[in-house]
C-alpha cells in the first residue's frame, strides 16, 4: 500500500480517503499477485505487465475502471448492484456499499482474459 499512500494523502474528504483505502487494500489482499502501481495519476494493478484495473476518485463516486469488455461482460450485474458505467468504468457513489463479490468478478475475470496478453492494454 505504500506505493498509494502519496495519492490517499491528497483525498481531502476523509471519508471518500477511507474509503478508497479500504478497496485498494482489499485488491492487495485478495490478489497478492498483482502489482499496485500509479500511473496517470491514478491507483491501478497490473498482472504480468498488463492492466488489470484501475482506480480514481471524483467528487460524488469512486470510479473502478477494468477495460470496456469487462464493462459489458458485467453490465447487468454492475446495474443490479446500483451502480451506473460508462463504456469505460463504473461509478460507485460514495453513499452506496462497494459490492465486493461483483469487483472480485471483474478482477477475477480480466485476469483469466489477459492470461496471454503481452501488452498493457488489450488490442
Known sequence: MEVFAEYLAHIDNPEHRERTEEVLAWVTKKFPQLMPKMAWN?????????????????????????????IQHFSDEIVQAGYDHTK?????RW?????????????????????????????
Open 88 to 92: 469505460e468504468l463504473v461509478r460507485i
Open 42 to 70: 491514478q491507483p491501478m494493478f497490473i498482472d504480468h505487465g498488463t492492466f488489470i484495473i484501475g482506480f480514481s476518485i471524483a467528487k460524488h463516486h469512486l470510479a473502478v475502471a477494468p477495460e470496456r469488455v469487462v
Open 95 to 123: 453513499e452506496r456499499p462497494i459490492d465486493f463479490s461483483l469487483l472480485e468478478n471483474m478482477i477475477e475475470f480480466n485476469i483469466t482474459d489477459k492470461a496471454d496478453c503481452t501488452t498493457f492494454w488489450r488490442k
